[in-house]
């Protein structure tokens, strides 16, 4: 079985640039969740998509979006971007819900640098 | 306010030796409590979970203990061995709301041969 997908796996834009990520969770998944992640702060949890509804969201600014196709592969959307957003972004997917009982799949990240 | 805290970023431990990665939490919603192992340039993997009506499981050389009146967890590896060298991120959520799980910072853990 195929595991998360996520691309592409680097890039590089500049400032006030937009971006867009793409994930392609575990067959039969449905739930989608994506993760920023920093030095020093871990995993900060951004949104997480179930049946192509946003079911949580994290404290990022509106800047930050999402969304869930039919098929359950996701795309998250980055505007303006700022110095500070160069991260890694990491998708994961489960089964159901969030989490629970139902651990969560992550894929290898895009490595985004915004110069 | 960092609901799940890891306060040691990094553990140096000899091969064969026991690792022990703490974590705490805040949230006294959280019920169920997970670890992940993240190596470089690879995103983080499940390794072991816990629920709160446990306060220990184990999965080889895994444990995780959970204490839930210090909302304290740990993970014990014994015995350590080089493979094991990877970022332990320590999870919680509530599966009350299947609510997000939130992570805490991690710890960088190696294994010396």
């Known amino acids: 079985k195929a595991g998360v997908t996520q691309t592409p796996r680097y890039l590089i834009k500049t400032r006030g640039q937009q971006v867009t990520l793409s994930c392609s969770p575990i067959?039969?998944?449905?739930?989608v969740s994506w993760y920023q992640q920093t030095p020093g702060q871990g995993l900060q949890f951004l949104f997480e998509?179930?049946?192509?509804?946003?079911?949580n969201k994290g404290n990022f600014p509106g800047r930050f979006s999402g969304r869930q196709f039919s098929n359950s592969r996701s795309e998250m959307n980055v505007s303006t971007l700022e110095l500070g957003d160069s991260a890694l972004y990491l998708c994961?997917?489960?089964?159901?819900?969030?989490?629970?009982?139902?651990?969560?799949?992550f894929g290898n990240g895009t490595r985004l640098t915004v110069t | 306010d960092q609901q799940v805290k890891q306060n040691s970023p990094s553990l140096s431990v000899q091969e064969g030796r026991i690792s022990i990665l703490n974590c705490d939490y805040t949230?006294?919603?959280?019920?169920?409590f997970l670890w992940y192992k993240k190596y470089p340039a690879e995103g983080p993997t499940f390794l072991i979970s816990?629920?709160?009506?446990?306060d220990k499981n184990e999965d080889g050389r895994f444990t995780v203990f959970l204490n839930k009146s210090a909302k304290h967890l740990s993970l014990h590896i014994v015995p350590s061995q080089p493979g094991d060298s990877a970022v332990y991120f320590c999870?919680?959520?509530?599966?009350?709301?299947?609510?997000?799980?939130?992570f805490g910072p991690g710890t960088s853990l190696s294994v010396i041969p």
């Open positions: 067959s039969g998944h449905r739930s």
């Open positions: 999870a919680a959520t509530s599966k009350t709301s299947y609510d997000k799980v939130i």
């Open positions: 949230n006294s919603m959280f019920d169920y």
């Open positions: 998509y179930f049946s192509e509804t946003q079911r």
């Open positions: 816990i629920s709160s009506i446990k």
């Open positions: 994961a997917s489960s089964l159901g819900p969030t989490g629970y009982n139902s651990p969560l799949h």
